[in-house]
């Protein structure tokens, strides 16, 4: 019990501290004088409707020029660590697939294969295996190079929404009706 009453002194002393406050300062306004004390809200951001779809196409002709043009440089090696990364699998995979097919088209010759050791049925299921890998990292290839292009344009999209910083937060009690306890909870709610 004294618990509860600690958590629910804890809860209501949450709701008098303030975290965020509304930052002032110095900003020109759109004839070019010096606004002093001006709050930093929506209509002081500049905004470049363009600036998805150049980063979008950026990153569509050279994967990372989009993040470069977003100033988001620590994404670059991601991009490039995933589609190197996906791309090597995809080679492994496919020189795999080929000499496994080979084998097993030499076995069907009866000539003699780097793989003596497996029967046809065993380098079918490899020549299977390696087939279904290397198409799979095909997709995969393709997948990380759209999310690169999708991501350089939402990263570009989000400069121009800011979000209002009162941000409220309200604890809420509630006994339920079955065991007669006390149950806790949160809402947090932001001010778009």
Known sequence: MKKAILFFIAILLINYTYSQKKKKEERLDKNGLIVKNAPLNQENFDINPLAPAKAAFYSAILPGLGQAYNKRYWMIPVIYGGIGGSIYAYD??????????TAYKLDKAGKPHQFENLDSTALERGINGYKKQRDLWLFITIGVYILNIVEANVDAHLPNKKMNTNLSYKPSFTIDPVTNKMNYG???????
Do not use: H, I, P
């Open 186 to 192: 949160a809402n947090v709610s932001f001010k778009f």
């Open 92 to 101: 492994f995979n496919n020189k795999k697939y080929n000499s496994f097919l």
